[in-house]
């Protein structure tokens, strides 16, 4: 059993991840369609991003479970492996959009069009995702010229990081042989159109301010083209004809700490002034997304951006909280707090040694959702303290029963990589301590 204690803390790993699991496993199709959430209609879509984040989520409880000798890891490496499978089919089926992006002049407005990008959804035929709305269909390929709030450029990079971790850690053998031919069929391209598009203007991580170019994007990209490179030489795919990347993957971190760092805060992001041309000053708030540029992407722009950029997440998002509301202005379901944010700050503190807040945070996640729902179930935010009371963006709360969005899959992956991570860094400082007292002894 991975039982441990610290302190005044008891958790069973092994335990703890079992209805967080069972649950998320609930969230995929056997050919990898992953719904974003099993409780809001708009969400029964899969999203790249979140379907990356539950795909590396899944790779870091089958190692666990694995150390563990447990045999569910089989179930969870072999679902992480139908995701990355059923999102490469996709990027397959947009090749077409990403050739159009790469030969695009990127100072036009229809370079902005989702018919130049891979939008950030997608249906279980991993085409365009069409729903029916108000008894009328609906598709997201009749909004190609104007619902460019479904361009997002973490898309692709999402979906090569997590490619690459579950091929570091799992084997080439989790992919099929369709999977490993899409991807040396489109990664060169997907490579090229990264490189192309990281200083023009998209949505960010939340679906909002498409006039503007955003630090959490740049940086999945700079971390997107090291994976690229990655699975490139463990596949035997040739990337030459673009060049030095290492060198650009320097220049686009140059980039960010140029564009988005100042006093050593890494800020949101800065205004598009048309093609690649950006402000030179950053629009000086900070977004929680910035959590997984440290966590995740790591660019190297200097340990000291790290350590501000953190302090600054914890006194304006957090103020005194559990967890984070996403920015300052949020208005979505008025500026709720977010769990799965709240749980990825849990994995940053854990695998920094800070048990103390790591702690705290799993524990109230699980006191005020897993606790009381027992099915494992963790919704997308809470209205607790949020940050505009008397706000409804768009009025989704209204238009969702005023109540949250439940049964998050990526609140779920992020609470299973938070435990993880968090029983990893209790056994390590157990295991520490008493290599010191032995050598006390001695």
């Not at 899944?58 to 045999?71: G, H, I, T, W, Y």
Request: charged share 25%; with cysteine.
């Amino acid at each position: 059993m991975s039982k441990f204690r610290h302190q005044k803390h008891s958790l069973n790993g092994l335990d703890e991840i079992t209805k967080p699991l069972s649950k998320l496993l609930s969230h995929i199709n056997d050919n990898g369609f992953t719904k974003a959430s099993l409780a809001y209609r708009w969400y029964e879509a899969s999203w790249f991003r979140d379907s990356s984040m539950i795909a590396i989520g899944l790779c870091k409880v089958a190692e666990f479970l694995r150390s563990s000798q447990d045999p569910r890891y089989l179930e969870s490496e072999t679902a992480a492996g139908n995701i990355i499978k059923f999102l490469w089919g996709s990027l397959d089926k947009f090749h077409s959009n990403i050739e159009r992006a790469i030969s695009a002049d990127t100072a036009s407005d229809r370079f902005r069009c989702l018919e130049n990008h891979v939008p950030a959804r997608i249906g279980e035929d991993g085409g365009y995702f069409s729903c029916m709305q108000e008894g009328m269909p609906y598709s997201d390929a009749k909004e190609d010229n104007k619902y460019i709030r479904l361009r997002q450029y973490d898309s692709v990079p999402l979906t090569i990081m997590a490619t690459e971790m579950i091929m570091d850690t799992i084997g080439e053998n989790a992919f099929d042989t369709s999977t490993k031919r899409n991807i040396r069929s489109n990664l060169g391209n997907l490579t090229a159109y990264m490189l192309k598009v990281y200083r023009t203007a998209s949505a960010n991580a939340w679906e909002l301010d498409d006039n503007e170019v955003h630090s959490y994007t740049v940086a999945s990209i700079s971390k997107g083209i090291r994976s690229a490179m990655f699975i490139a030489e463990r596949l035997g795919i040739d990337l030459s004809s673009l060049g030095d990347i290492n060198e650009r993957v320097c220049e686009i971190d140059r980039f960010i700490k140029e564009t988005f760092v100042r006093d050593d805060i890494l800020f949101k992001s800065a205004t598009s002034t048309g093609g690649t041309s950006v402000v030179t000053e950053p629009i000086r708030q900070v977004d929680a997304s910035a959590i997984f540029v440290f966590t995740l992407f790591k660019p190297q722009i200097g340990k000291n951006v790290e350590k501000a950029t953190i302090e600054r997440l914890e006194a304006d998002l957090f103020n005194g909280n559990v967890l984070p509301i996403r920015y300052l202005d949020d208005t979505y379901f008025s500026g709720g707090r977010w769990p799965l944010l709240g749980l990825e700050f849990a994995k940053y503190y854990a695998e920094r040694g800070d048990t103390e807040s790591a702690y705290k945070i799993i524990r109230y996640v699980k006191e005020q959702y897993l606790d009381i729902t027992g099915d494992g179930t963790i919704p997308e935010q809470e209205l607790v303290n949020p940050a505009h009371p008397n706000e409804d963006l768009d009025n989704w709360f209204k238009k969702n029963g005023n109540k949250v969005i439940g049964e998050l899959g990526w609140a779920a992956a992020e609470y299973l990589m938070a435990v993880v991570a968090y029983d990893k860094a209790v056994k390590d400082t157990v295991g520490k301590e008493a290599l010191a007292a032995v050598v006390r002894e001695k």
